[in-house]
């Protein structure tokens, strides 16, 4: 028997495992199918999975849900018509199974056709007939709102999906995203999806199957739904001709109705294929396929044409499909037939019955009451003598935990009946599908088959489709009008069934001990209730001596089953664990489902567990490769894997444990595996001697209460929680990854898409604390690095009280480790318990965070270093009267404030803001806000801060002067400038009638020292405000806000911060220290990508250059971007100065550094001017291995407050490759100087005659050329696109402009100046960055104006757009009008 494959991709160690994104089982894998790790095999033109770095990578081969019409002849093709979408690969490149709602999948028998949306819709298409529609989407072009924040495939924000958008309309409406069509669904098709709905948005989701006249509604639901991607996994059963599938989404007109969904996957649907001689045992169908014996008259069409059904050759079987009837079975109260059309509303009820696959199908259901059970008689058999009579039948348990189906036989004895007997019992849910079973009897007595269905809460558990064999010969005296006797048999049937209940004392579900009666939330909660532990006796912990199993269910559907069994009985080692060779243990046994071929087992409802929770086995594995034996932890909708057998096991038995930490929810374990059964060399799986340890959440150690760590041993009283498949890791450091401690040691990691992970973020938190004074300073070093990193949060919990947030970061912080620190506020009462956790957000896919030296000491912290204000008020005092506040201007106190804070300029921000109107504050009074204790200064140090005064009377006054209303302006950048006009550009000064205060900088070392004041008209934008400060003690910062006595005025602060060194001055930065008052702050509209901060002696993921310019060495720093993330788009990352004043002429005088691996490789540098009245490009340049600073003097002038801003961005292929700046400088109020000869001119390896001649022969090519110019030009009757009309205006210097103001705003003159100074030093990057794909054709790079005198090249002004065009109205930039 050959088994299908698919590929996973496996590292050393069980933590370190990494599947495709494409489904997604377990949730810390990327790839899921219901237990079965399994991954696409990597074929052209898809992409490849994500390393589990530092592991090493090997292949390993894993089976998927095998289907003997899984199929592939790559010699023949069928006629179109016939070969179009039926799930069978009839031509070598699988080419016919194209635009079929899925990629087509590679000819590799058994692999899932699937479709993940990042090359196209896969022929999806919408059918929706309103405004609420579906559309192929990315989260990285969504700029804000519910829906996802990373597809489903990548787990990041550049992955593609389809989405149904926010829906603005009045009415209910309906977005319907149909397939093409298909053809021909095998008994075994299996549809995978991953859908994202959060919960209020929508209505109700439903997924429909059209066929021929009739549509079943293969699921529906109306929530709740979680924040991230869920699975949704559904069988079509046998489908005869084409069939369309449809997803829809309903919204309301309460509803803003935002969906997604990614990674459609059709599993085990393909019909078997026409062989021209099958399998020793197999049959061979009229059509040629083969099939398994044992599928031979079993109630589904297996061949394809029906034939293996065929009435004729079926004939001596007893079938009853309840379509008329019971046929010769009897039932006592409880069961009832039923149909699916018409039936209740109950999302557990099946949509269709087996027998027809329809809606209008009958099948028998279980109407008893909870706790009692339906029971189902068959007529009475003679004895079976030498051989088997068979039942086959398909059962239904779906909805509830509790619902139990049980098979039983009842023997005549010579007198009375026997006491029934259990041969099958299945428990819990198992899914909204049929699933097939079969039992084979052999007595020597007349028997009678008894089915006792129990319902559970809400759940169904139903029966179609019973089978009796040729064997089965009912009794010549049984008459078909009998009913089933009221005798010794009925009442020996209750007590079988309910012997596990206390029908006695008490109530449903509860456990007895003694005079408890235990709930079953406590029942296997790792806390003993009963004086025997009887409440924690059947939750996992078992040697499976007991027939109880210790609490285990088989949950198989497929081939194969868990059972427990007899040592000498299963395939193994022929002993249990402890050697006897009379023991048991749970071993791999052959089934009759029909569906996943994987088997399944789960213990009980668990927990909540402790951090130290240990799961101790031993198991027994022998399989090929394509095998595997797994277990996983299953909490709400999410399934995590914990461990797998690394390989093949010896023939012995192998004793290993796994830590399940702290789960603060119920949760189960599950056990998965798969081999090939029928394969030679007895391949098989066992498990033995379970034992669950020190799993109580109240249970500590002494290691629980170590919270000081550098995780060089271990990681202390730290532990990672199991809230999303995201982790922390401990790892060692390697390469661009360095620990804190010793630069070689252990830290903790978290990679957003390393493995792939899905959900929110990661935890990393403590046990249980107790508090020892009243205040405790928790110090740490975190690392947040990369062009699009997230958040990193630290917080405190209490018991029944709401999380406290102590401190965040979010977005990089250059590549360097940060100390940061959080004073601990503590209630010294009797039980008082806290937590602390690090959360890691994945709100960002490209960059690392890291933590390390996490201390904790008594007493408060010094003040911060750093403070946004956006988790606290860092410790800052408002004195008596408390008139600063810590606000957001969506959520705020005082009604007007500025309209978004700094850190995040967004209206949800915070900041300190203070209402100095003379109704809270009267004129001249102060208001004083002061800092906690600084520890003294080694050094002087720049304390910088932002700061915003009021307008006079903000408001509508502003806007209307603005001619705009208040509603149209956004802090955002925007795609409709119809509708709002862009803060970012609007950084006008507004200068009103009043005055809004003066802001004040006290130095308190015991006495104060004012160092700062500015006061006078406020603005529309914030104003970094810095000064240097030097303290040989500790010292506060004391900000004193004096009022004017102006009506709707405030002062406002914000993202105040200590940077060793002196300030520089504005518009400048060496970028030793950091980045100065130059802001890097991801926005959404342009990708959330950010500039970054690094040195050159710095291990780094990303490219960089070796040595700065400003020391010349590996030792210094510079800002760069990677442009290398962006990928296609057209996205960029901007770095912005802080708002400088008006200027008649003054120099901008900067330092680059680019590289890049091919000519059609181009990263782009521009220099854009930012005011309110647009963006004007003044200087742009695209390189490619230039390996060396290059300086650069920009001349700018502008008539009103501005920003400079440097936009890098891709101008070709998608590639490594940075682009960095150093030392920039801004000269206010001076020209731009010639420099001086090359510095260091030296060192050059060109002599001076050769460079005089080589600048002699490039004047006489330009000369040349421009006299073949010039005669060019007379010919054709002048230059066509500089002509007099076509002219730049004087002053601009054909320089681009883009006005996004109200009309009648002025033009600001301005000149651009440049000179590109080849530096001497020969830098190169590290690593060296890769070749990659060929320009696409018909692109050529841009011509070039060069000037070159003597020894030095100055480049002109070259013609070009800013990448961010796409922001300004249509035609805002003519080719004609721009320039660099």
Not at 136 to 164: F, I, N
Request: charged share 15%.
């Amino acid at each position: 028997m050959e088994f299908p494959v698919t590929v996973l991709r496996r590292s050393q160690g069980p933590s370190c495992l990494s599947l495709s994104p494409e489904f997604g089982y377990p949730v810390s894998w990327a790839a899921q199918v219901h237990g079965l790790p399994v991954l696409k095999l990597d074929t052209p033109g898809q992409s490849g999975m994500a390393s589990c770095r530092p592991c090493s990578h090997l292949a390993v081969i894993l089976p998927a849900a095998w289907s003997p019409g899984r199929a592939w002849f790559p010699g023949h093709c069928r006629s179109p018509s016939e070969a179009m979408c039926n799930f069978v690969c009839d031509c070598n490149d699988c080419s016919d199974e194209a635009q079929c709602g899925h990629h087509g999948a590679s000819p590799v028998p058994g692999t899932p056709f699937t479709c993940d949306f990042e090359q196209d819709a896969c022929g999806w298409q919408d059918i929706s007939t309103s405004g609420y529609s579906w559309l192929r989407d990315r989260a990285g072009a969504v700029l804000e709102g519910p829906g996802p924040h990373s597809d489903h495939t990548l787990g990041t924000d550049l992955g593609w999906y389809m989405a149904v958008g926010l829906h603005r309309g009045k009415e209910a409406s309906t977005a319907a995203l149909r397939s093409p069509a298909l053809r021909e669904a095998a008994p075994t098709c299996e549809l995978r999806l991953w859908y994202h709905a959060a919960s209020g948005d929508v209505a109700e989701l439903r997924l429909e199957l059209t066929h021929r006249k009739e549509t079943l509604t293969l699921w529906k639901s109306a929530g709740p739904w979680g924040p991230s991607w869920q699975e949704l996994v559904v069988t079509t059963g046998r489908i005869q001709g084409d069939f369309q599938v449809t997803f829809s989404a309903t919204r309301n007109a309460t509803h803003r109705g935002a969906v997604a969904v990614d990674d459609v996957g059709f599993w085990g649907c393909g019909l078997p294929a026409p062989q021209a001689s099958c399998p020793l045992g197999h049959h061979h169908c009229q059509n040629q396929a083969c099939i398994e014996p044992h599928q031979l008259c079993d109630g589904e069409d297996n061949c394809g044409d029906g034939s293996d059904e065929d009435p004729l050759a079926c004939s001596h079987h007893m079938a009853t499909d309840f379509e008329s009837g019971l046929g010769s079975w009897n039932h006592s109260e409880g069961w009832a037939r039923n149909h699916s059309a018409g039936g209740p509303e109950d999302l557990a009820w099946p949509n269709r019955d087996h027998s027809r696959n329809s809606a209008q199908g009958t099948f028998l259901v279980s109407v008893a009451k909870s706790g009692t059970p339906a029971v189902l008689s068959s007529p009475e058999f003679q004895a079976s003598g030498s051989h088997n009579c068979s039942l086959v039948f398909y059962y239904y348990l779906h909805g509830s935990e509790a619902g139990c189906l049980q098979l039983l036989l009842q023997m005549q004895g010579s007198s009375a009946p026997q006491d029934p007997v259990l041969l099958r019992r299945r428990r819990g849910q198992l899914g909204a599908a049929w699933v097939r079973d079969r039992i084979d009897i052999r007595s020597a007595h007349p028997f009678r088959i008894l089915l006792a269905g129990e319902t559970g809460p809400g759940g169904v558990v139903g029966l179609d489709d019973l089978i009796l064999s040729d064997h089965c010969r009912v009794s010549p005296e049984w008459s078909a009008l009998q009913s089933l006797p009221p005798g010794p048999w009925a009442q020996a049937l209750q007590p079988q069934l309910s012997s596990l209940r206390p029908w006695e004392v008490c109530e449903l579900g509860q456990l007895p001990c003694g005079d408890l009666c235990v709930p079953p939330e406590q029942l296997c909660d790792f806390q003993e209730q009963c004086p025997e532990g009887e409440d924690e006796q059947e939750c996992g912990t078992t040697d499976f001596e007991a027939a109880t199993a210790g609490g285990w269910e088989d949950a198989s559907v497929g081939r194969l089953q868990w059972q427990r069994v007899a040592a000498q009985e299963g395939r193994g080692p022929g002993r249990d664990a402890g050697g006897a060779a009379a023991g048991h243990f749970l071993s791999l046994q052959r089934a009759w489902g029909q569906l996943r071929a994987e088997a399944r087992a789960l213990t009980p409802t668990l927990g909540p567990s402790g951090p130290n929770c240990e799961f101790h086995m031993a198991y027994y594995f022998h399989s090929h490769p394509q095998g595997f034996l797994a277990l996983l932890v299953l909490e709400g909708n999410s399934r995590e894997l914990v461990w797998q057998a690394p390989s093949s096991s010896t023939e012995g038995w192998t004793v290993d444990k796994v830590l399940l930490g702290a789960h603060h929810r119920p949760f189960r374990l599950e056990l998965v595996s798969l081999v090939d059964w029928d394969s030679p060399g007895q391949q098989g799986a066992g498990v033995d001697n379970v034992t669950m340890r020190d799993c109580s959440p109240t249970a500590t150690t002494e290691k629980d209460r170590e919270v000081s760590c550098n995780f060089e041993r271990d990681t202390c009283g730290w532990h990672t929680g199991h809230f999303t498949d995201a982790h922390w890791r401990r790892i060692q450091s390697h390469g661009p990854g360095y620990d804190h401690t010793t630069g070689q040691g252990f830290f903790m990691l978290l990679d957003p898409t390393d493995p792939p992970a899905r959900g929110h973020g990661a935890h990393l938190l403590t046990g249980p604390q107790t508090p020892a004074t009243p205040k405790e300073c928790l110090s740490f070093w975190y690392y947040l690095y990369g062009p699009q990193i997230g958040t990193l949060r630290l917080i405190m919990r209490r018991d029944r009280e709401e999380n406290t947030l102590l401190w965040s970061r979010s977005g990089t912080h250059g590549n360097r480790w940060h100390q940061a620190w959080a004073t601990l506020h503590h209630q010294l009462e009797p039980g008082t318990r806290f937590q602390l956790l690090f959360e890691g957000l994945r709100d960002g896919y490209h960059g690392t965070m890291g933590l390390d030296d996490v201390a904790v000491r008594p007493g408060p912290c010094w003040a911060p270093r750093h403070c946004s204000f956006e988790d606290s008020a860092c410790g800052f005092s408002t004195g008596g009267q408390g008139l600063w506040r810590r606000q957001a201007s969506a959520s705020g106190p005082v009604r007007w404030g500025p309209r978004t804070d700094h850190t995040t300029e967004t209206a949800q921000g915070y900041y300190m803001v203070v209402d100095t109107s003379p109704d809270t504050l009267p004129q001249g009074h102060v208001a004083f806000l002061t800092s906690e204790e600084h520890r003294p200064l080694a050094q002087p140090t720049c304390l910088s801060f932002w700061y915003h005064l009021s307008l006079h009377n903000p408001g509508e006054e502003l806007w209307e002067g603005l001619g705009l209303h208040a509603g149209q302006v956004s802090r955002r950048p925007c795609a409709d400038l119809g509708r709002c006009v862009d803060l970012s550009l609007l950084l006008l000064t507004w200068a009103g009638p009043g005055v809004a205060g003066t802001l004040r900088v006290h130095v308190d070392e015991g006495r104060r020292r004012q160092v700062f004041s500015v006061g006078g008209h406020g603005g529309l934008t914030w104003r970094l405000g810095s000064v240097d400060v030097q303290a040989g003690q500790a010292w506060r910062v004391v900000f004193e806000a004096l009022a004017a006595g102006v009506d709707h005025s405030y002062i406002a602060l914000d993202d105040l911060s200590l940077q060793d060194g002196p300030c520089p001055r504005p518009g400048s930065c060496d970028f030793e220290s950091g980045l100065c008052g130059w802001s890097h702050l991801a926005w959404p509209g342009l990708g959330r990508y950010s500039w970054d901060w690094s040195g050159g002696d710095t291990p780094s993921r990303y490219p960089l250059p070796t040595v700065d310019h400003t020391l010349g060495t590996e030792a210094g720093h510079f800002a760069f971007f990677e442009t290398g993330v962006l990928g296609p788009g057209g996205q960029v990352a901007w770095l912005r100065s802080e708002p400088l004043p008006a200027t008649g002429a003054s120099c901008l005088r900067f330092w680059y550094h680019m590289g890049f691996p091919e000519h059609f490789y181009k990263g782009e540098l521009r220099v854009l001017l930012s005011s309110a009245q647009g963006q004007l490009a003044v200087w742009g340049e695209g390189g490619r291995l230039r390996h060396q600073w290059l300086e650069v003097q920009v001349e700018v002038a502008s008539a009103e407050e501005f920003q400079i801003v440097f936009e890098a961005t891709l101008g070709g292929q998608p590639a490594l490759g940075p682009i960095a700046l150093d030392d920039v400088e801004y000269q206010a109020g001076q020209h731009c100087q010639q420099p001086a000869s090359s510095q260091g001119d030296s060192t050059a390896s060109v002599t001076v005659p050769a460079m005089i001649g080589g600048a002699l022969l490039f004047l006489m090519l330009l000369v040349l050329l421009g006299l073949g110019g010039r005669h060019w030009l007379q010919k054709k009757g002048g230059c066509p696109f500089w002509s007099g009309e076509g002219a730049a205006a004087a002053g601009f210097d054909n320089i681009l402009f883009n006005a996004v103001g109200p009309p009648g705003w002025s033009h600001p003159p301005s000149t651009c100046h440049q000179q590109l100074v080849d530096h001497p030093r020969q830098d190169t990057l590290r690593p060296r960055p890769q070749v990659g794909p060929t320009p696409s054709p018909g692109t050529s790079p841009r011509p070039r104006l060069v000037q070159a005198v003597g020894t030095q090249r100055t480049e002109l002004p070259q013609p070009s757009c800013p990448a961010t065009a796409h922001l300004y109205p249509q035609g805002a930039c003519p080719m004609n009008k721009c320039s660099v």
